[in-house]
């Protein structure tokens, strides 16, 4: 009606006491530290993931190497067991007389002929066959590095150093034998020098081949070496 005040009496009195709605704050946990936690937990776990892809190949090829073993297989040289890292500390030298890093021959395998400088027939016999087996392993060779470590301060003759030096040369270190002998043992009742020594590409001697060895069969061990390896090992030095 007109003029009337249309509210009801009491009725603002009503709606407030029906109006219980009401908004309660409640301090939320800060997200900071706990997104903080969970990307420091997510980055190791990463992390450890890629060191175990990483290690997985080499671990399996070793693993297949010295383990896996069907009936009739045979290594013609002797495994080493535990294997032996190169030392760090191997004093090695060039031919002028500079040092070496021992850790510059990490990166590929090692066909190791040890032997004084004056090298006698049988030296020479050993560093001919060791050229032999590399070349032996056609298009796998270049996975293979020869080295001569000179365990003496005896001069090489120039001829000798000129055999060496041809194709692809001969990595030639001196070392002192007291102190390859701390890393390099020969087998019981023969001498360091007429042994080779197979070294992988991390630095471990893991193979030793018998005195005057027959080339056919050492041959074999280290294609079988490089195959296990294929998954892991390329040519050249990283």
């Not at 080499?58 to 890292?85: C, H, K, Q, W």
């Not at 590409?201 to 027959?214: F, S, V």
Request: glycine share 8%; hydrophobic share 40%.
């Amino acid at each position: 009606m007109s003029g009337s005040n249309s509210s009801v009496p009491g009725s603002d009195a009503k709606l407030e006491a029906a109006s219980p709605l009401s908004f309660t704050v409640h301090t939320m946990p800060s997200p900071g530290l706990d997104d903080a936690a969970r990307r420091t937990a997510s980055g190791r776990l990463k992390m450890l993931l890629i060191l175990a892809v990483c290690a997985a190949p080499v671990i399996a090829s070793y693993m297949a190497y010295f383990f896996y073993r069907p009936e009739g297989r045979t290594n013609y040289g002797e495994l080493v067991d535990p294997l032996r890292p190169l030392p760090a500390a191997l004093p090695l030298s060039d031919l002028q007389g500079r040092a070496v890093e021992a850790k510059s021959l990490h990166g590929q395998w090692l066909l190791v002929v040890v032997a004084g400088g004056a090298c006698d027939t049988g030296c020479e016999k050993r560093l001919w066959l060791q050229r032999q087996l590399r070349e032996a392993l056609g298009r796998e060779k270049d996975r293979v590095d020869k080295v001569w470590l000179v365990d003496d301060a005896q001069a090489l003759r120039p001829e000798t150093l000129q055999a060496v030096s041809q194709g692809d040369p001969v990595t030639v270190l001196r070392v002192p034998r007291e102190a390859l002998a701390q890393w390099l043992s020969p087998a019981a009742g023969h001498t360091l020098e007429q042994h080779f020594y197979v070294v992988d590409p991390i630095g471990n001697w893991m193979l030793r081949a018998p005195g005057d060895p027959e080339p056919a069969r050492l041959k074999r061990d280290i294609e079988r070496l490089l195959r296990a390896s294929a998954g892991w090992d390329r040519a050249g030095r990283p």
